[in-house]
């Protein structure tokens, strides 16, 4: 028997149980039919454990997350008006995201935004500027910038209520993940779009300081500049000229997010948080409480968060593209979630649990090639 993966599950929120319930089924389909073992341990995480454990990302996660060989998490967070019966600190994006960012240093984060040919007729662009469908790796900076920097409040000395937080990053946080966008770049077609904003910041000029530098070490690799306003602009009117993208972590976000809406939907977004030693897997989206506990969310982002494990923690490349294979046949079936439906009418809806017994069909029949 092969050594056994052991991986932490967190569910998470709202519609996060719902669509990791799809996913672990991954990992049952994989050990009946391969000599896989893998071992899921389920933790509390996000507003779920707040409200069981007092802490959003409690010490008994923590725990296991430090001993597994690689972490799956759902979407967490709440509505507005619930989130607000949480103290701030302990609101699940602040109370565990991040903790659970910085506890792995998990600072590159893989975000593919890929349309196959045949998924093309989901996206909102029109069929000139898909082409042959989307295929683009956006890699954000994960734990630094915005999101991590100090944070005050007071009354300044004109007597007014104030806000300040801080854009930090060290030479060493900008150029590992530079150099994991070069990485990707070379391994790629060799072209490496970096998105800054050098007109105004100050902390994008030391950032193309720092890619300069690290380009000396990756002279065959052809960078092209972008400021992050025109990328914008640019992801909708030609997607076609991006090859891999590197940002710091708020442009990252919401540039992301973006990708999603060129898609068709955010449920196509799946994603890897990388550290020195450990990953997460997590879709790039939200827990979508409007949605949660009616069966109808996408489980694709979920499933391809797993998809990602197999290939980047585990080395299961044939396993990998099984998955991401039996996902695309089933949409090229003509399946599809309801967040899907409505930009072409003629797909079959189907549930969450519908999809995903599509998918872990598709992917026993995959195996049995
Ligand atoms: C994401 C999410 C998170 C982020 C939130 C939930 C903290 O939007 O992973 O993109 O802003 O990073
Ligand atoms: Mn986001």
Same mark, same amino acid.
């Given at each position: 028997?092969?050594?056994?993966?052991?991986?932490?599950?967190?569910?998470?929120?709202?519609?996060?149980?719902?669509?990791?319930?799809?996913?672990?089924?991954?990992?049952?389909?994989?050990?009946?039919?391969?000599?896989?073992?893998?071992?899921?341990?389920?933790?509390?995480?996000?507003?779920?454990?707040?409200?069981?454990?007092?802490?959003?990302?409690?010490?008994?996660?923590?725990?296991?997350?430090?001993?597994?060989?690689?972490?799956?998490?759902?979407?967490?967070?709440?509505?507005?008006?619930?989130?607000?019966?949480?103290?701030?600190?302990?609101?699940?994006?602040?109370?565990?995201?991040?903790?659970?960012?910085?506890?792995?240093?998990?600072?590159?984060?893989?975000?593919?935004?890929?349309?196959?040919?045949?998924?093309?007729?989901?996206?909102?662009?029109?069929?000139?500027?898909?082409?042959?469908?989307?295929?683009?790796?956006?890699?954000?900076?994960?734990?630094?910038?915005?999101?991590?920097?100090?944070?005050?409040?007071?009354?300044?000395?004109?007597?007014?209520?104030?806000?300040?937080?801080?854009? +930090? *990053?060290? @030479?060493?946080? =900008?150029?590992?993940? &530079? %150099?994991?966008?070069?990485?990707? /770049?070379?391994?790629?077609?060799?072209?490496?779009?970096?998105?800054?904003?050098?007109?105004?910041?100050?902390?994008?000029?030391?950032?193309?300081?720092?890619?300069?530098?690290?380009?000396? +070490? *990756?002279? @065959?690799?052809? =960078?092209?500049?972008? &400021? %992050?306003?025109?990328?914008?602009? /640019?992801?909708?009117?030609?997607?076609?000229?991006?090859?891999?993208?590197?940002?710091?972590?708020?442009?990252?976000?919401?540039?992301?997010?973006?990708?999603?809406?060129?898609?068709?939907?955010?449920?196509?977004?799946?994603?890897?948080?990388?550290?020195?030693?450990?990953?997460?897997?997590?879709?790039?989206?939200?827990?979508?409480?409007?949605?949660?506990?009616?069966?109808?969310?996408?489980?694709?982002?979920?499933?391809?968060?797993?998809?990602?494990?197999?290939?980047?923690?585990?080395?299961?490349?044939?396993?990998?593209?099984?998955?991401?294979?039996?996902?695309?046949?089933?949409?090229?079936?003509?399946?599809?979630?309801?967040?899907?439906?409505?930009?072409?009418?003629?797909?079959?809806?189907?549930?969450?649990?519908?999809?995903?017994?599509?998918?872990?069909?598709?992917?026993?029949?995959?195996?049995?090639?």
């Amino acid at each position: 028997m092969s050594n056994t993966q052991r991986i932490a599950i967190l569910p998470g929120d709202a519609i996060g149980p719902e669509i990791m319930a799809q996913a672990v089924r991954v990992f049952e389909v994989l050990s009946e039919h391969r000599d896989l073992c893998f071992e899921l341990i389920e933790a509390p995480f996000g507003a779920a454990a707040y409200f069981e454990h007092g802490h959003a990302f409690p010490e008994e996660t923590k725990t296991i997350c430090d001993s597994v060989d690689a972490i799956l998490k759902g979407p967490v967070g709440l509505s507005h008006e619930d989130s607000a019966k949480i103290p701030v600190e302990e609101q699940p994006e602040r109370g565990a995201i991040l903790p659970l960012r910085a506890r792995y240093d998990t600072f590159a984060n893989f975000r593919p935004i890929t349309l196959s040919r045949d998924m093309a007729h989901f996206s909102p662009l029109k069929s000139e500027i898909i082409g042959d469908g989307i295929d683009i790796l956006l890699i954000r900076e994960l734990v630094g910038g915005l999101y991590f920097g100090e944070k005050q409040r007071g009354i300044n000395n004109d007597g007014k209520r104030f806000v300040r937080e801080s854009l +930090d *990053y060290d @030479e060493e946080l =900008v150029r590992r993940v &530079l %150099v994991v966008g070069f990485e990707q /770049a070379r391994a790629r077609k060799g072209v490496l779009h970096n998105i800054h904003k050098s007109n105004v910041l100050m902390s994008s000029v030391f950032w193309n300081e720092i890619l300069d530098e690290v380009h000396a +070490d *990756y002279a @065959e690799v052809e =960078v092209k500049h972008m &400021l %992050v306003d025109a990328a914008a602009t /640019a992801l909708c009117l030609n997607p076609g000229q991006f090859d891999v993208m590197v940002m710091e972590n708020m442009f990252g976000d919401i540039l992301s997010d973006q990708g999603g809406g060129i898609l068709g939907s955010l449920g196509l977004m799946p994603s890897a948080c990388l550290g020195p030693d450990k990953a997460y897997y997590e879709p790039s989206h939200g827990s979508a409480p409007d949605i949660a506990g009616q069966n109808i969310a996408n489980p694709y982002s979920m499933i391809g968060s797993v998809a990602m494990m197999l290939e980047m923690s585990f080395g299961m490349v044939d396993e990998s593209k099984a998955v991401w294979n039996a996902m695309k046949s089933v949409f090229e079936a003509g399946y599809t979630t309801a967040d899907l439906a409505s930009v072409n009418s003629e797909t079959d809806v189907v549930t969450t649990d519908v999809f995903g017994d599509k998918v872990m069909a598709a992917i026993t029949s995959e195996l049995k090639r």
